[in-house]
């Protein structure tokens, strides 16, 4: 395993979202709306960001839709389809799919992963989130979603079991030895036996270990609740910060609870979100960044951000503040979302239409408007003064906003040795710099 | 949609297995057993079958495997990770993916399903099965299988909610419009609120519908249960039938079934499987099924026989008769399977050893041992006399019995007027001539 160079270097995750992260990208004249739809436009962008040698691709995913049309986040593809026909045009590039342990059973997605990561060659990752809302769990038999509480609890037991069957193979367990007929080695395939609250699981997985040993596990809820899931199991964080301190605040506090709980700091990689909406001079960029909030639809990113919030504003005046919202203690979704929204409308006390105006660039993750310069210190500034890792990019436009960063920001986080010039290792673990874990059953 | 040619052609499925068929295919020398874990030996088999336009390649799938390292007929592969992979190098070949509706969520299944036709622009199938043993269930959170009518009642009922949700985005009820800002067209978006026995779903699916309306439906049971599910669902039938007789039989009950449906019978394509053993003469094919044979490891040739049968066989001695088999009432497994092997053994009074050297070459499967002349024959034979719409190739090592086939075969088929020249339509419901379904929901 490549260890980390010697000079930390930022890591680049692209953030795949239809043809951009902004609400309106659909209508601007630098987007075809109908590229969402088609598997060569994400095809195109996997390239372009393995040729500017960033760490991933990711995607976000949902489990629901709205009968109105409005899609909120949801992409249009389902992830493990998607990412594989990712995987078939790019050999480099890391391919983390959004999947969540509320809806899905342990076998199932272990083996999907290790599937995955097997046809990649080592270059799957799971984005692990427990699911918002009430509509998702309505698609699966149940009226309402679990508590937040009962969410992660059955998402820590979900990934006891998960990991526990991808070690279910040793390495070394698929003999192929003709001569003798010996398929597997005697004894190094085990069951699991997992019995739990939640789940009750045999094992082992029908597919042997895979090349990264375990899928790099991702994670993106920053509550109470799932900056602790994240410090017990990822290895790497999206996370949302508008401000360099509130940035800092989560970076210590995440490499703090993940020392606690005995991990190395350093193994948890932590990227915020950044939409760059760049233009050649600020004022070039502030021209871009107001026409597309001129593209916003009010209604539909009123149903987005109803979404988003778990409370249905719909229907609400458009001119009006905000009707008073529920305690987040009675929020059963992405309660940590919840509070930056609430704490952005009540701090520059919004009308509903200002508010969508102002999460319309990026749903809550910092819009960095101005010049390739302007952005780079920026990103400069988080890395080296403890609030990121590296970033979670989110293009406004798509590919347009990529090719843009690629060509225009790359080059001087380059020329200031912060980022590499191409890669090092071949998976994704070696592009974060983080080690191959030992399967459990091994013998000494 | 094109039209079925005026002339019935022959329909040809590839069914993918690791190296082969053959159980010892991977000790043979034709053979590199790694190449199973390989996803581009999937992609050579998908390219040859798809330069002699077969109608598409399938894969068999399980979600259990054996401590001992005993795969029985488990691929490597997860369907939907892999089929994916295939689609990115194919422009034209079907790709069935077999995929449990004992152990998935309908609306996660929907949702792959329709993803990967998108993905591969109408070339998606699903092979419906459900799930025979306790082993895989003991991998959900359950002692023991559910009984084999309840599997067949819980099947029709996931088949009700999977066709709804595709049907859930009305054809065209993506807008797009970036002049008026409307993504989708109101009231062309549909909840399906369906409220069942097995299974509560809202709807609507998060992907609009997709290229071919419903993917490929497919069916492989020939129990009573089976049959039934076939006649009122299936749209290609994979079979094991041994003798002309019977494939007859099988046929005629099957057609008349899907009569009493009412369905067109000619919309019901029935493929038995045969494992083509070829040679440029007949001794020669008989050196290679001799050659074959006896590579077989008894020991994990009972394993996987066990597992077919549903009852455990490892242990006994092999060269003693089959010890008295419980009656098929009590199996709950793969049902008409377990007769055809049972009577196998019975009729001509077979030890164990000389049973899996029997059931080696195909598992139950017909195999036809002869030059490429006597199989085109028994290809014809079974067409023109009513046993057969197609064949389900399972050559006996992969990737060279099915270059065999296609180079030694395929060129007589073509002469004598019974299989194409090569495609003419696009999609997998155009290569075996079956309509697109209408939305249930558009209205009239």
């Known amino acids: 395993m490549p260890e980390e160079p010697a000079e930390r270097q930022l890591h680049f995750n692209l953030f795949l ?4 992260h902004h609400e309106a990208a659909w209508r601007h004249p630098r987007t075809d709306p109908a590229a969402a739809g088609d598997v060569a436009h994400f095809q195109r962008l996997a390239r372009a960001a393995e040729a500017a040698s960033f760490d991933s691709v990711f995607l976000a995913d949902g489990v629901e839709a709205r009968s109105d049309g409005g899609w909120g986040l949801i992409s249009h ?11 078939a045009v790019t050999t480099r590039i890391g391919l983390i799919g959004t999947v969540s342990t509320g809806f899905s059973e342990p076998y199932n997605l272990a083996r999907q992963f290790a599937s995955l990561d097997h046809i990649s060659r080592g270059r799957a990752g799971w984005n692990i989130v427990t699911s918002a809302g009430d509509r998702a769990a309505q698609n699966f038999g149940r009226s309402a979603n679990q508590d937040h509480a009962v969410r992660y609890e059955r998402a820590a037991e979900f990934l006891d079991v998960v990991t526990a069957l991808w070690d279910s193979w040793e390495d070394g367990a698929l003999l192929l030895d003709r001569a003798s007929g010996a398929f ?45 899931f994240a410090a017990r199991w990822a290895e790497a964080v999206f ?65 987005v951000l109803s979404t988003v ?9 458009l001119d009006e503040p905000l009707p008073p919202l529920p305690p ?51 990103i400069e500034t988080w890395f080296t003064r403890g609030a990121a890792d590296g970033f ?47 399967g459990r059953y091994a013998a000494a």
Do not use: C, W
């Not at 993106?220 to 602790?228: E, H, K, L, V």
């Not at 102002?358 to 302007?374: D, I």
């Open 328 to 378: 987040v203690t009675e929020i059963n979704g992405a309660k940590s979302r919840f509070e930056l929204i609430r704490d952005l409308a009540e701090r520059d006390r919004l009308t509903l239409r200002q508010l969508v105006g102002r999460l319309g660039g990026g749903r809550g993750h910092q819009v960095v408007v101005g010049t390739p310069e302007q952005l780079a210190d920026h």
């Open 239 to 303: 996370t949302a910060q508008q401000t360099l301190a509130e940035g800092q605040a989560f970076y210590a506090d995440l490499k703090r609870q993940a020392a606690a709980a005995g991990r190395d700091p350093a193994r948890v990689k932590i990227l915020p979100g950044v939409v760059p909406v760049l233009g050649s001079t600020e004022a070039e960029a502030r021209a871009l960044d107001e026409e597309l909030d001129a593209l916003i639809s009010p209604a539909r990113a009123v149903g």
């Open 184 to 228: 597997a080695a005697p004894g190094r395939v085990h069951d699991i036996d997992h019995v739990g609250k939640h789940f009750q699981v045999r094992g082992p997985l029908n597919i042997p270990r895979s090349p990264q040993g375990h899928p790099l596990l991702v994670q993106a809820g920053s509550s109470d609740n799932g900056r602790a």
């Open 77 to 87: 593809f389902e992830p493990f389809t998607l990412l594989t026909a990712l995987a």
């Open 17 to 20: 979202m239809g043809v951009g």
């Open 309 to 317: 919030l778990g409370v249905d504003l719909t229907g609400h005046p």
């Open 392 to 438: 979670n990019i989110m293009p406004p436009v798509l590919p347009g906003g990529l090719d843009d960063f690629v060509e225009q920001v790359v080059p001087i986080l380059r020329a200031r040795g912060l980022f590499r010039e191409g890669y090092t290792g071949s998976t994704l673990r070696e592009h974060y710099g983080l080690p191959r874990p030992a």
